[in-house]
């Protein structure tokens, strides 16, 4: 991770300011994104240093930075940092979930909750320095998503392919965009998988049968058509992912009738369980054949 432009600048002090890497970190278009909940930060210095100390965010919360403009927020919470034998290395461990500090940083930056997506800085002290190092970055806790509708077609000799195609939003101002993507770092990949049984029948977050039929991507729009499939009732697992590893996955349950005239789909959404995947106990039909949604304002 960079300091923020002009830290560790000047004559002498251009190896001052130290390297520091957080875990899930991804750089897109020149800004820092890191994934929520516990992350590991480390800090390396180039020559043994000590004593140092590690904040991490209040620059942007409610109390601001006070009449600190250009040391460390009143309200940044310090992390505690281990070293190694060398005092060159030190490693310490943040929960970027805390409520506290992502209430704080989020309404400051845009009013009530709205998305999350919330950026600050790590701030490095050290002896050697009279302003802190700082380092920008993103908190992305929300995984991408996506409305996908399923359209069945007619198979050239027997059975039903399907169509799986990710729709437009339906804005009540303003022009339709795509409903596929992520609010925060971006889509890293989607998948679709086919079950002609239950995929969670005994283990949750890896399925432990493989599909029937699967299709991948990384990018949006969603597409993608399956093989032929007879009349049946079948399980579908829509997995999306965002570049710092955020998931959302969607659960349907899907009845398909082959009609002498038509291919005919019945879809149930289900909901996720605290284990991390479904147990197909609570759903609802949905009136037209989707499976996910969009409640947040796509990039």
Do not use: H
């Amino acid at each position: 991770m960079t300091p923020a432009e002009g830290e560790g600048e000047g004559e002498g002090e251009g190896e001052i300011c130290p390297t520091l890497e957080v875990t899930s970190q991804v750089a897109v278009g020149g800004k820092t994104y890191i994934k929520g909940g516990n992350q590991t930060i480390t800090v390396t210095f180039a020559n043994p240093t000590e004593p140092v100390s590690v904040y991490v965010g209040g620059s942007l919360s409610s109390f601001g930075i006070r009449n600190n403009p250009e040391g460390i927020p009143d309200d940044a919470i310090e992390v505690v940092m281990y070293p190694d034998e060398e005092k060159k290395i030190y490693t310490g461990t943040f929960n970027f979930n805390e409520v506290n500090f992502l209430v704080a940083t989020l309404e400051a930056k845009q009013g009530p909750i709205a998305n999350f997506c919330a950026e600050d800085y790590i701030y490095v002290s050290t002896c050697d320095t009279c302003d802190p190092c700082k380092y920008p970055y993103i908190v992305d806790i929300r995984g991408p998503e996506s409305k996908i509708t399923i359209t069945p077609t007619d198979c050239p000799c027997e059975g039903c392919t399907l169509l799986f195609e990710s729709t437009p939003t339906d804005p009540e101002c303003g022009e339709s965009e795509e409903c596929c993507g992520d609010d925060c770092s971006a889509l890293a990949s989607w998948s679709i998988d086919i079950y002609d049984e239950d995929p969670f029948n005994e283990c949750c977050n890896v399925p432990c049968i493989e599909p029937i039929d699967s299709c991948s991507g990384t990018s949006c729009p969603i597409s993608c058509e399956s093989i032929c499939l007879e009349t049946g009732i079948y399980k579908i697992v829509i997995t999306l992912v965002d570049l710092v590893g955020n998931k959302t996955r969607y659960y349907g349950n899907m009845e398909l009738i082959d009609l002498p005239t038509d291919c005919v789909v019945f879809v149930t959404q289900y909901s996720e369980n605290i284990s991390g995947c479904t147990d197909w106990g609570w759903g609802y039909q949905t009136q037209d054949n989707t499976l996910g949604s969009c409640n947040s304002q796509l990039n």
